[in-house]
């Protein structure tokens, strides 16, 4: 049985129900959008390894069964109001419930896409960025500092060919420097922020599912291309290829944090030079195979269907 842990608002968790039900395979869904509502979840460990049930609305199952689980974790903002909880104590409530679901998903057996384990490394690009460099991918010379002086210096030596983003996981839109933004670098003094050499050429994204590699190569005039229609600029996506050798360095990638699915952006230059930015541990594909037809999510689900564990 493949679990499906994620809320129906996110186009990922909604795709991969849909393509499991394409394919008739059987499922159950456990909806993070109202989540513990409506659920109950009893589970003891037996020699490291949990044994129990998952009661849900209308169905019941043996964590035994269990072949595979598929999650997305969410936020408040894609969660149903908590009954009888205060709306100051709503966040931290669904935090703990959610770390307790994450602690039983953790230590089963069977495969799960993907376990936190390999996800922490997103929280730290520059720790990502060593992990980059280890598999022969470049990364864009990269200043990290909260000295104006030394942000100054990195400006003026790149001649202002430099983009700024942040240092954590959290989503940043990435924006090339203009003269303006000299006048803000005092600011650095209050939070470290990422700033990078530009790197011309065209985006592309890979996404791995197990042993397979989908790339799409996506052409745009902005600097950050999810978000490019606030830019008033266009985006075009069309599935591609990648290098023998750029293929291997992302399943290395993934293998290394030992991630079953993953997004890696990367940018190959006029000059044919690749770089890696980072590894996305849950990335939004929907929106790739949407405008590419790449069958991703049919890969992902034969991959639950089998439901071999990461080794």
């Known amino acids: 049985m493949i679990l499906v842990c994620g809320g129906l608002a996110d186009a990922v968790t909604e795709l991969v129900c849909a393509r499991i039900e394409h394919l008739g395979y059987a499922y159950r869904f456990l909806n993070l959008g109202l989540y513990p509502e409506g659920y109950h ?67 089963l057996p069977c495969l799960v896409v993907n376990r936190m384990e390999g996800s922490p490394s997103n929280q730290s690009k520059p720790y990502q960025g060593l992990l980059v460099r280890k598999t022969g991918l470049r990364t864009p010379p990269t200043l990290i500092t909260n000295d104006p002086a030394a942000a100054q210096e990195f400006y003026d030596r790149y001649a202002g060919d430099v983009i700024f983003k942040s240092v954590s996981g959290i989503r940043s839109i990435v924006r090339r420097m203009e003269a303006r933004d000299l006048e803000r670098l005092p600011a650095l003094r209050n939070g470290a922020a990422q700033f990078q050499a530009y790197v011309p050429g065209d985006n592309i994204r890979v996404h791995t599912v197990g042993d397979q590699l989908f790339a799409t190569r996506i052409r745009s005039s902005a600097v950050d291309y999810r978000y490019a229609h606030q830019q008033g600029a266009e985006v075009e996506l069309e599935p591609t290829t990648v290098p023998p050798e750029v293929a291997m360095a992302c399943h290395q990638l993934s293998t290394t944090l030992g991630l079953a699915l993953t997004g890696i952006d990367l940018k190959q230059t006029p000059a044919g030079e690749w770089y890696c930015f980072e590894v996305n541990p849950a990335p939004a594909f929907a929106y790739y195979e949407k405008h590419t037809g790449q069958p991703i999510s049919a890969a992902l689900v034969e991959l639950l269907r089998e439901g071999q564990p990461l080794e």
């Not at 460990?45 to 609305?57: A, F, K, N, R």
């Not at 409530?93 to 307790?100: G, K, P, R, S, V």
């Open 41 to 107: 979840i009893t589970w003891t460990w037996e020699q490291h390894t949990p044994t129990g049930v998952i009661d849900g609305p209308d169905w019941s199952l043996d964590l035994a069964d269990i072949r595979s689980v598929f999650i997305r974790f969410l936020g408040m903002d894609g969660h149903a109001p908590l009954a009888g909880i205060p709306a100051e104590f709503e966040e931290a409530t669904l935090a703990e419930c959610q770390a307790a679901l994450a602690a039983l998903v953790e230590d």
